[in-house]
């Protein structure tokens, strides 16, 4: 108990921190360790483990913060409330220049350290964390010359997609092999869409004139699921089908069937290409 | 100002074509068909406008003249043509009147006040009505309650009337009729533009309903390049009526801005200014800054649409990273256009409620003026995984992390004003505790999108969509909210029924976060934005979602009820000032008579005084009498 002008005050600051360290010491383990796991996207990549661990990473950091300030406000309303009908004027503390020194500090470094490790990972850690990256991509993996390149095609409202390394065929259904480096090359034909492989941790625009490249790990073989993440008409919700992570002697089996099956249509697509430009648009129904 | 003469009584033909709403209507829809037929004149000899199922050209027109018909029909042209013909300027004769004044054209800044107050009301209800329907679609993974297209449409509309309309939720009623007030004026820099301001809402809001008869609208409130250009003449509206609403808004920030800057009262110092004027002056700047882009990206989607200009269309040398780049340098000041206002309000029903100080004033101005500044810089996180060029993500990720720092100070403000307060749990003070809680959510959920990494994830996901969820509903409608418990009583002289004012506000606040909160699960586990159907493990969170919903729509039904028994059964008049504000709104009788104040006060005190001993009144009403007081 120190006391102001004689009354003596409880010491409510010494009980705030006490009661959110007590808290926090609860909450972050269990982020870590019981919310963490769960957290997406699953693990099927080198790419989407990165993003899980940015998750709890930043979930472990902000739910303190969250803590801070709502300890902070249940305790005002308990304790700093007026108990009476009276309308009573309180102490007219204007500002404590410490305070907001000490607060403004602390957010920056927050801040600025998040954002350095976001962008340490993103660039050195993740190389591009599976986002898509353009033509021209700022952060490559090693051994990215060797990559997989698969394309992608978003069209209304379809995902095909072409192997340009194995004659430039073009399936509906999406195999990769496992433990290879792939090279998402998506681009559209008509309108915007968004390659979302949710599983693989892989989402990257499809633009009309544009071959937005997204690298991916592969870790273990199953199915994962691909969605389009951006409005693109009228069954925007329906493009959405399953993708395949194949052993690699799985994979071969499966591009030499589906090169064996279009032998006979190949020659009628047109030649594999960065982009395609179909004829102008016209209005659609 | 006060030697204005009182304007003759207009003559008889003026009386009986009355120059109101009905009389714009009237030439508003006389308007439609002459520009229609005129842009079907322009359309002979161009076959591709002739080619396609509509002629976009004869809609803009169309909609064009609507337009002015509407605005010469509610008499803006009456002023300038009576220029022209000699008379002597005045406002007086707009200014007086009956209750009819609430459906022309009125330059008291209080009667646009108010007109704005239940203008933008009736279009949330209308937008809030979208919400329901589309909650009702989502109760099943499979298309059921509507077709895929009206469900897009419902999408779009409500997204689109959200987002216009709540960018004057704040500043239009609230900001039109106290920011005069608050600084001690007497109206607004330009009253004839504020006018119109108001009146070009209506137009934007009818256009854009228009759609639902013009096969709707399919790019949500986006509304991405290629896409739109696809759209049928649904589209049409929603461009036009962004572009009233743009120039609705840059007009609006240049006149709260003027009049800020102008004509505050003598000793209203930038220290003593009201933090709600703070605000209201750093959202100004965003809107007279960004709102011009939109008028610009929309007039090239309108270009390209009806004159087969080729700004966006990839194939014949556009791009639609053009259309984004755009769209995003007004769409995120536009955000902050949205939150700004409710820093403003609840930092200013705090210190009422908390009865002490608002806590680093300096500090809470210097948040918003950071805010306003960076708002500029981190337009390019909506395109993180765009294609855009990589190298620029490190930036846009820094300076949105950055935002959160100004931001910050506000919680700061709450936190010291709280501090060993005397707090009283009022209604407006419920809204604006909730508003800490919801923006904290908000707030952090943000910090996930702008991290690259988990952006991948969450992008273009429901995360997103709650995330832009709890900043503005749960920011910025709690802050609407609490400014109308606070101020309706100033505003109409009635007292709102204060069970009903708690039953509304624990209803919404329980059931917003029982509605958002599980969608940044459904966001997690994989469900994209603007889709009807689902992946079928979803549906169990999905009913639950949409249940919640329903109770949020039942909590505005109460709010109705409460609006409706308070105003016209019981009537119970308000008290001048009944939460014992130092605001110099409170001050001022109720009602609010038509030029505020007798004499311009001299404001000789801060606003937030509260405890402190021998502080002066907020301001002298009869300076004069007093020697030199203030300053």
Not at chain 2, 285 to 305: E, G, K, Q, W
Request: net charge positive; with cysteine; proline share 7%.
């Amino acid at each position: 108990m120190t006391t102001i002008a004689g009354e003596p005050v409880p010491r409510h600051g010494a009980r705030i921190f006490a009661i959110w360290l007590v808290l926090t010491a609860i909450a972050v383990p269990l982020i870590v360790l019981v919310l963490g796991p769960h957290l997406p996207p699953p693990h099927m990549t080198v790419e989407s483990v990165d993003q899980r661990n940015a998750n709890i990473v930043m979930t472990a950091l902000l739910v303190p913060i969250a803590l801070l300030v709502l300890v902070y406000f249940i305790y005002s309303f308990v304790f700093f409330r007026e108990t009476t009908d009276a309308i009573v004027d309180g102490p007219p503390i204007k500002g404590h220049a410490g305070a907001q020194l000490l607060w403004i500090v602390l957010t920056s470094t927050i801040v600025l350290a998040l954002a350095v490790w976001g962008s340490y990972t993103l660039i050195a850690g993740a190389h591009g964390a599976g986002g898509g990256q353009g033509p021209d991509p700022a952060a490559k993996p090693t051994g990215y010359q060797h990559a997989l390149p698969v394309q992608v095609i978003g069209q209304q409202w379809e995902w095909t997609f072409r192997y340009p390394t194995y004659g430039g065929i073009e399936t509906r259904d999406l195999a990769i092999p496992e433990h290879t480096l792939v090279a998402f090359h998506v681009t559209s034909l008509d309108v915007t869409h968004s390659f979302w492989a949710y599983e693989l941790g892989v989402k990257a625009d499809a633009v009309p004139g544009v071959d937005n490249i997204a690298y991916v790990n592969p870790r273990h073989t199953g199915l994962f699921q691909i969605r389009c993440a951006e409005l693109c008409g009228l069954w925007h919700g329906h493009m959405s089908k399953k993708g395949r992570i194949l052993a690699s002697s799985a994979f071969q089996a499966w591009i030499s069937a589906a090169q064996k099956k279009n032998a006979s249509i190949v020659k009628y697509l047109p030649k594999y290409s960065r982009v395609y430009y179909p004829a102008p648009l016209r209005r659609a129904g | 100002m006060s030697a204005t003469p009182i304007a003759a009584q207009p003559p008889v033909w003026r009386r009986l074509i009355g120059f109101n709403m009905l009389t714009g209507l009237a030439l508003g829809i006389g308007g439609w068909f002459l520009g229609a037929w005129i842009g079907g004149q322009m359309a002979v000899g161009h076959p591709y406008l002739q080619g396609t199922d509509q002629n976009d050209v004869g809609i803009y027109m169309g909609y064009l003249f609507a337009v002015i018909g509407w605005l010469v029909g509610l008499g803006f042209a009456n002023y300038p043509i009576g220029r022209l013909l000699g008379r002597a300027p005045s406002l007086r004769h707009h200014e007086t009147g009956s209750w009819t004044r609430y459906f022309r054209l009125c330059t008291d800044h209080k009667v646009v006040g108010i007109q704005y107050l239940f203008g933008v009301g009736i279009f949330f209800f209308i937008g809030g009505l979208n919400a329901m329907l589309m909650r009702t679609e989502l109760l099943r993974p499979v298309e059921q309650a509507w077709p895929a297209s009206q469900y897009l449409t419902l999408v779009s509309l409500h997204g689109t009337m959200m987002i216009m309309m709540t960018s004057a939720f704040i500043l239009g009623p609230f900001g039109n009729y106290f920011v005069p007030i608050m600084i001690g004026a007497r109206r607004m820099a330009f009253p004839r533009i504020e006018a119109l301001t108001f009146w070009l809402v209506p137009a934007a809001g009818l256009i854009l309903l228009s759609a639902i008869a013009f096969g709707g609208i399919a790019t949500g409130w986006t509304g991405y390049a290629p896409l739109a250009d696809e759209g049928r003449a649904g589209m049409d509206a929603y461009v036009m009526s962004f572009i009233l609403i743009a120039i609705s808004l840059t007009l609006v920030g240049l006149n709260l801005m003027a009049t800020i800057l102008t004509m505050r009262a003598p000793g209203m110092s930038w220290t003593r200014l009201p933090i709600f004027v703070w605000s209201v002056l750093a959202t100004s700047i965003l809107m007279a800054l960004a709102a011009p882009v939109l008028v610009a990206s929309m007039t090239m989607v309108l270009m390209d649409r009806a004159a087969n200009t080729s700004f966006f269309v990839a194939s014949v040398g556009g791009s639609q990273y053009l259309y984004e780049n755009l769209f995003w340098f007004f769409g995120h000041p536009e955000v902050y256009i949205l939150a700004l206002p409710g820093f403003g309000i609840v930092l200013e029903i705090l210190p009422v409620f908390a009865r002490k100080p608002l806590w680093g004033y300096r500090l809470a101005v210097a948040g918003m003026l950071g805010v306003t500044l960076l708002s500029f810089m981190v337009w390019q996180h909506h395109l993180f995984v765009s294609g855009m060029n990589a190298g620029l993500r490190p930036f846009y990720m820094l300076t949105t992390e950055l935002i959160s720092i100004p931001t910050g100070f506000i919680f700061l403000n709450a936190i010291g004003t709280l501090w060993r307060a005397r707090i009283r749990f009022t209604v407006p003070m419920l809204f604006a505790l909730a508003f800490f809680f919801n923006f904290l959510i908000g707030g952090l959920s943000g910090i996930f999108l702008s991290d690259v990494p988990s952006d991948v994830t969450t992008h273009g996901s429901y995360f997103v969509m709650a995330h832009f969820h709890y900043t503005i509903v749960g920011g910025l409608v709690f802050a609407f909210f609490g400014a109308v418990y606070y101020w309706l009583p100033k505003m109409l002289g009635f007292e709102l029924n204060e069970t009903l004012g708690k039953i509304h506000f624990w209803l919404f606040f329980v059931f917003f976060n029982l509605t958002f909160f599980p969608l940044f699960a459904a966001g997690f586990l994989d469900m994209p934005r603007r889709v009807s159907t689902y992946a079928p493990h979803l549906q169990t969170l999905n009913i639950f979602v949409s249940a919640s919903a329903y109770v949020i729509g039942l909590s505005m039904l109460i709010f109705i009820a409460n609006l409706i028994w308070s105003l016209v059964f019981v009537r119970q008049p308000a008290a001048e000032n009944p939460w014992v504000s130092r605001g110099l709104e409170w001050q001022v009788p109720t009602p609010v008579p038509i030029e505020n104040f007798d004499r311009i006060p001299v404001i000789t005190s801060g606003p937030y005084e509260y405890g402190v001993p021998n502080a002066l009144p907020v301001a002298d009403f009869a300076p004069g009498a007093l020697p030199a007081a203030g300053r």
